[in-house]
């Protein structure tokens, strides 16, 4: 038996571990606010002035840890309740299916947000500013009163990003500059990309191109696409499974710069794809802007790239898709997909509008792998990998 003296410390000790025990259990299931500054949590009334003014006092309190991961979340949280994103948004369908001449898995997203996307073929025209689907002036426009976005800059250029409103992705952002200007694919996009992944190395940089038919959605304003990829349970795309393509002899398709400080390796993928890898930001950006102009000068205003861009520890990967706009769909199967494929369904998801039937879509699923090989094909416009690697090696002996 104890006696009193020797109960009261024991009792104590009982208590105390309950509480830990409880905060411990709470904090495992409870996610605190990355602000704890009540004042600096986005309210739906909040205009964007306020919007503003609160993200950069999140960013700084963020400091070096990651300042642009830590804004999405808030305005992720935000989209979510004021209506900015549609509840649709969860009603997406994605079905994988495995290529297995390429030994990988491929995924075809039937999302409703796609439905009445571009309904019709695409014609190009010019776009005037005001005109201007994503220039700044729609933040709270009467069209898009919810629309709140987070001023930063890449490579010293005004830039803003916000969600996108059909996403795709987890987190899946839209880079924006101030400046309305024409949509480019070059060397810049491969320095801006770089430039994001160093102020947010928990998420993948993609850039479409500057023509029809290659990915260009709003050739009017340069843009740029993130996605949220930190997470390793999240399942990597395709593209990031691939393995280095061989040759005849057996021997792994890379190639690397004279001082060796970039490898450029041809990926065995259904797209042509070339992995750029290294540390030094400086040495990739400039091979890979060689790669760009060499593949250019083969076929002006009708050759183009994709970009994806990672950082991987301490280590840049730039994977460029070499497009042409030559390279189209055929018509049956623009029936079931009439817009462009771009960056994410050259990655590995073809993102399809509904289907207007069940039929329709019972068929796309049992067809699932001829459907994507059918579209891949027609896109490509090399016939191998050897003559992808022809391309690289001619961009190492080229002048800039
Ligand atoms: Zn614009």
């Given at each position: 038996m104890l006696n009193r003296a020797e109960k009261q410390p024991l009792c104590l000790f009982i208590i105390f571990s309950l509480l830990l025990l409880g905060a411990s259990w709470s904090w495992g299931g409870f996610k605190p606010p990355?602000?704890?500054?009540?004042?600096s949590v986005l309210h739906v009334k909040d205009s964007q002035a306020t919007v503003s003014e609160k993200l950069k006092v999140i960013a700084s309190a963020a400091g070096a840890a990651s300042p642009i991961a830590t804004v999405v979340e808030h305005l992720h949280r935000l989209n979510t309740t004021n209506?900015?994103?549609?509840?649709?948004?969860?009603?997406v369908e994605t079905n994988s299916f495995w290529l297995a001449e390429y030994n990988l898995p491929w995924r075809i997203q039937i999302n409703p947000?796609?439905?009445?996307?571009?309904p019709k073929l695409p014609r190009y025209r010019e776009t005037l500013a005001s005109q201007?689907?994503?220039?700044?002036?729609?933040?709270?426009?009467?069209?898009?009163?919810?629309l709140r976005a987070y001023d930063f800059t890449l490579n010293d250029q005004k830039y803003f990003l916000q969600e996108s409103p059909?996403?795709?992705?987890?987190?899946h952002l839209v880079l924006i500059p101030h400046e309305h200007s024409r949509m480019r694919a070059d060397q810049q996009n491969v320095e801006d990309g770089l430039d994001f992944v160093s102020q947010a190395p928990e998420y993948t940089f993609a850039s479409n191109s500057c023509?029809?038919?290659?990915?260009?959605?709003?050739?009017?304003h340069h843009h740029y696409q993130a996605y949220y990829?930190?997470?390793?349970q999240e399942k990597p795309l395709p593209i990031y499974l691939a393995s280095v393509a061989l040759d005849?002899?057996?021997?792994?398709?890379i190639r690397y710069t004279e001082d060796h400080g970039v490898s450029l390796s041809v990926l065995h993928f259904p797209a042509a794809v070339v992995l750029l890898a290294g540390e030094d930001t400086e040495a990739i950006a400039g091979q890979a802007g060689q790669l760009i102009r060499t593949w250019k000068k083969k076929d002006r205003n009708q050759n183009t790239v994709n970009l994806l861009i990672r950082k991987k520890g301490e280590s840049y990967e730039v994977r460029i898709i070499l497009r042409s706009a030559r390279y189209r769909p055929p018509k049956h199967l623009l029936s079931i997909k009439s817009e462009p494929m771009g960056w994410l369904e050259l990655a590995g998801m073809l993102v399809m509008p509904q289907p207007k039937t069940e039929k329709i879509r019972e068929r796309l699923i049992s067809e699932g792998e001829e459907t994507i090989q059918d579209f891949m094909r027609s896109i490509?416009?090399?016939?191998?990998s050897q003559a992808i690697l022809e391309l690289v090696e001619k961009s190492l002996h080229d002048s800039p």
């Open positions: 990355v602000a704890s500054d009540q004042s209506g900015y994103l549609s509840k649709d948004r969860h009603k947000l796609r439905g009445n996307y571009m201007c689907k994503i220039c700044d002036h729609n933040i709270e426009s009467e069209k898009k009163p919810n059909f996403p795709m992705l987890k987190n023509y029809f038919w290659t990915g260009c959605s709003i050739p009017g990829s930190g997470n390793e005849d002899e057996q021997q792994e398709m490509n416009p090399f016939k191998n």
